[in-house]
């Protein structure tokens, strides 16, 4: 048997043991009651809507209903999430489920086929329509018809004496799956819950669809798409929900679709399919000539080619090389790759063993922070899952490749995320940064070379191997394929995990997928990259997302942290944050960082505290070219980029700090005064009784006053007061 | 035969080291003492110690010297370069408040003031009677629930200044119940 048959024999071995557990598990028929479970999930009580299911289940004595764990979708606002999925129905998803909605869900759902209404994620009136069709928006494969489907479709329905009520029509973004081949064109249209996908071109398709499918209830198999089933089921089951439809999801495929700690199902939806193929065609340079069409730039923060890397890899001469997943995630205000490793650890693993594979390592790390015990836990179940099914260990697949892989846990430390850091760090020293050159595709763990990458770069890995870099890189913008990850966060109406193609409008992210500013406010700015990054102004909302707009309006890409600022948010205080946190986390070893990230601290509390001068500005602006100039790692060169960018664009706000001593966002303490303006007030005496230090002293409907000397500035009195009567200035 | 073990005192050395840690914590040392690049553990040993104690106390780090064969200098260099470690012993329950960027976008700041308050500690300090520990984390990955804090390891969120008393009352009297039912 050649070695290709044995890898095709060992991975349809895999698929066949999958399929038969999973239809064992589920026969037909079965109601599945979706759990996400994920850090997120827990801390907003999942675990208990899990078990009180379970009591519910084995109360009920039905057989036919059967619980199904997963991660998280990112929806954190809702948290948690239920999934009822009833076949032949249109999944119907639950959001901040307790045991109180449990009950009612089992109850009423459940046993009598009537939704619980007030606990329904999403736009109840949406539910009631028994078929659904979601449309792919299909902005970027450049699909081009010569008729307007959602119409011809609305069209044909009323021709049909089809109503709204019975058929509910969206617009998704992109499915992320507009094919290997382009020929012809043509949009994409999920029918739930049916999930079919038809690709039409032209009107009479839209017609047939209408005549044959939806009402005569056939399947037209040759409208049926061909494409790549992946992404797919992640639409099947959350297309309807705006926060969803408008995401292109591949990075986070799995996440909220797969149970995080089942094998079985990650093959179930193309697993290992990826590797199956790299290893039969077992020719690395095959992958990285995927990965080069693919455009892919790593997504830990440089945004360097990975195809270079992994050609540097590759090229290097060496009896023993290593290949390692930086899951550090250091950004105060990010948690994509938290994610990730908890709802799909499968897909890192496998990018992990294809990469050990192109560079000619046998052995991988995982450099995971110990903050995430979650996300270690899956790891190694997954990692153990793996070695029993020959995934990882000798001659994996039956291919004669060695390869495995061990976790290493951080312990709390920003520059650990750097790589040269991160490699003593692993080796057990101090994580201190050196300088580079040598790379660590040269010299890396232990003298060998070494390719480092980030969680989210291997798991967009497994997907461009079995789909080909072309597709990936035509998703996306011109100098960077993909999507990219963002945890969106701050001042937005829905926070959450948002995945969307390279070069998407800021504003599409944050208004579209995120809402908007909550309470009618407006968007100040928008915070990217972390510590490393700077802010956005809101005029500037059109820049597009990817690695080389950003840079250019002068903040960055970084891993993915994406934080919403309104006017309530004020500009010096944001770059103290930042600051303040660099200046922790400076490992110390140069005088640059360490001396000058101390000194900027120093000024922006003057400023902040109303104590700046005139002068203070332009020392900030030397002291951090200073640093930005002569600073060792990465770290240190960029830690005064949220400084830059914020005194270059708000430059205002730090003047008014300065010379005014008044903060124009109202939240320095220091520069704020509540007063009671004695014509409003009534002397309701509600504010009285609410302050925290009792400094506000007046008689019943008489007006009062606030003691300047004891007042802590909390702002009680200024929220409580309903006659408007306090000040703030 | 190594360095180490050809000194006289080693079974000495070495018994008083096995006596200031768990079991498997001595075995895990010893079996990577097998393996390619033993001192790569360090961290993890340091994890284990710490999980066991609750923090790393100079007894502890000294015997994990002695036993995995690095100087002492190092491992304290180790043990107060990473965050996570912690020296002297946590109170019975650590408050850990998020100051990442979401949670101080959303005004954990004030938060964290008035668990200081409360508690009159400041980060990283016990409480006189050993009952809390107030630490400041890093994103605890729950952005979403912003303004978070972690009492022990259960994540809470959104938090707001006025529910801090009742969270230290609820802590006490839980801890009075705890005591009143061991006596
Ligand atoms: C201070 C600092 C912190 C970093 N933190 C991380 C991190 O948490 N995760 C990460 O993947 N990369 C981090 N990086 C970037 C890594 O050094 C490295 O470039 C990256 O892991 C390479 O992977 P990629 O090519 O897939 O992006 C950090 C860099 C610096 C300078
Ligand atoms: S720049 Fe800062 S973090 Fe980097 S090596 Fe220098 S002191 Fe350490
Ligand atoms: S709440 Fe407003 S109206 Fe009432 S006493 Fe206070 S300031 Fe006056
Ligand atoms: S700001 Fe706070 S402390 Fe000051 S008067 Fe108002 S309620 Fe009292
Ligand atoms: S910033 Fe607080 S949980 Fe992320």
């Known amino acids: 048997m050649s070695k290709a048959d044995t890898i095709d024999r060992h991975y349809r071995e895999l698929v066949e043991t999958a399929d038969r557990e999973l239809t064992e598990n589920r026969p037909d028929g079965t109601i599945e009651i979706q759990v996400g479970s994920a850090t997120c999930e827990h801390a907003a009580g999942s675990q208990t809507v899990y078990d009180e299911f379970k009591k519910h289940i084995e109360a009920s004595d039905r057989k036919d209903i059967r619980l199904h764990r997963t991660g998280c979708t990112g929806r954190c606002s809702r948290e948690p999430i239920v ?88 617009n998704a973004n992109c499915f992320g799956l507009c094919g290997r081949e382009r020929r012809g064109g043509g949009a994409h249209v999920l029918i739930r819950p049916q999930g079919l996908l038809y690709k039409i071109k032209s009107a009479e398709d839209v017609q047939r669809i209408v005549r044959e499918s939806l009402v005569e209830g056939k399947t037209i198999k040759e409208l049926e798409s061909d494409e790549p089933v992946f992404g797919r089921r992640f639409f099947e089951l959350y297309g309807e929900l705006a926060f969803f439809n408008r995401q292109t999801r591949i990075a986070l495929r799995n996440a909220g679709v797969v149970d995080p700690e089942s094998l079985h199902e990650y093959v179930a939806y193309a697993g290992f399919e990826a590797l199956a193929m790299a290893l039969r065609k077992d020719n690395p340079k095959w992958v990285i000539e995927q990965l080069t069409q693919a455009k892919l730039r790593g997504r830990g923060g440089g945004g360097f080619p990975t195809a270079q890397k992994w050609r540097f890899g590759r090229e290097a001469e060496a009896e023993t090389k290593y290949i390692v997943c930086n899951a550090d995630e250091g950004d105060p205000g990010a948690f994509m790759d938290r994610s990730m490793l908890e709802s799909d650890p499968f897909s890192i693993l496998e990018g992990m063993i294809i990469g050990g594979f192109t560079i000619g390592a046998n052995r991988g790390f995982i450099y995971v922070r110990a903050e995430y015990p979650l996300a270690i836990k899956r790891l190694h179940k997954a990692i153990e899952s793996c070695r029993r099914h020959g995934l990882l260990g000798r001659s994996i697949l039956g291919s004669g490749f060695d390869f495995d892989i061990e976790i290493r846990l951080g312990a709390g430390a920003f520059v650990c995320g750097e790589e040269t850091a991160l490699i003593h760090s692993i080796e057990g020293e101090r994580g201190q940064p050196r300088i580079r050159p040598p790379y660590p595709t040269d010299r890396g763990l232990w003298g060998q070379p070494t390719v480092i990458n980030n969680v989210e770069t291997f798991a967009n890995i497994p997907v461009i191997v079995a789909y080909g870099g072309q597709w990936f890189g035509r998703i996306g913008s011109d100098n960077s394929g993909g999507t990219k990850v963002f945890a969106l966060a701050g001042k937005v109406e829905h926070t959450g995990l948002v995945e969307v193609p390279m070069g998407v409008a800021l504003r599409h992210i944050v208004e579209e997928i995120g809402g908007g500013v909550p309470g009618g406010k407006k968007v100040k700015a928008v915070q990217t990259g972390g510590p490393a990054g700077g802010c956005i102004p809101a005029k500037w909302l059109d820049t597009k997302v990817d690695f080389d707009s950003l840079t250019a309006k002068g903040s960055i890409m970084g891993s993915g942290g994406m934080i919403v600022l309104d006017e309530d948010s004020c500009m010096v205080d944001v770059a103290k944050f930042f600051m303040t946190f660099s200046q922790d986390e400076s490992c110390g070893k140069c005088t640059p960082c360490r001396e000058g990230a101390t000194r900027i601290v120093e000024i922006l509390e003057r400023i902040t505290k109303g104590r700046g001068e005139a002068a203070d500005l332009d020392k900030l602006e030397r002291l951090s070219r200073l640093m930005k100039r002569a600073s060792l790692c990465g770290l240190g060169r960029a830690a005064a980029n949220p400084v830059l960018s914020t005194l270059r664009e708000f430059r205002s706000e730090y003047k008014a700090h300065v010379r005014d001593k008044t903060c124009p966002a109202h939240a320095c303490k220091a520069l704020i005064k509540y007063e009671i303006d004695p014509d409003k007030c009534v002397g309701c005496t509600l504010c009285a009784r609410k302050c925290p230090v009792s400094c506000i002293d007046g008689e019943r409907r008489k007006p009062h006053k606030i003691d300047q000397n004891r007042c802590i500035k909390c702002g009680r009195c200024f929220e409580v007061c309903r006659f408007d009567a306090v000040n703030r200035g | 035969m190594s360095k180490q073990q050809s000194t006289d005192n080693w079974p000495e050395v070495r018994q008083q080291a096995v006596e200031q840690l768990p079991g498997a914590i001595v075995e895990f040392i010893e079996q990577c003492q097998a393996e390619e690049h033993p001192e790569s553990q360090l961290i993890a040993v340091l994890h284990q110690v710490q999980n066991h104690f609750g923090h790393l106390g100079e007894a502890q780090l000294d015997a994990v010297a002695q036993l995995m064969r690095i100087p002492h200098a190092k491992v304290a260099g180790v043990a107060s370069f990473y965050h996570f470690f912690r020296l002297n012993p946590p109170g019975q329950t650590t408050i850990h408040i998020c100051l990442g960027t979401a949670c101080f976008v959303k005004g954990a700041e004030r938060v964290a003031e008035k668990f200081r308050e409360e508690l009159g500690i400041d980060f990283g300090e016990t409480t006189k009677d050993g009952k809390f520990s107030l630490e400041a984390s890093r994103c605890l990955g729950t952005c979403g629930l912003a303004p978070v804090i972690m009492v022990d390891d259960q994540v809470q969120g959104p938090a707001t200044p006025d529910q801090v008393p009742g969270i230290i009352e609820k802590l006490l009297a839980k801890d009075k119940r705890a005591k009143n039912s061991g006596s």
């Open chain 1, 83 to 170: 999934s009822l999925l009833i076949e032949g129905e249109r999944p119907v998803k639950y959001q901040k489920v307790d045991s109180r909605a449990v009950h009612r869900i089992f109850t009423s759902h459940i046993l009598r086929g009537e939704p619980a209404a007030e606990f329904l994620l999403g736009d109840p009136t949406a539910e009631t329509a028994p078929v659904e069709l979601l449309f792919c928006g299909g902005q970027r494969c450049g699909r081009k018809l010569d008729f307007d489907p959602e119409k011809s479709f609305r069209q044909a329905l009323r021709q049909a004496g089809k109503s709204d009520r019975d058929v509910y029509i969206l």
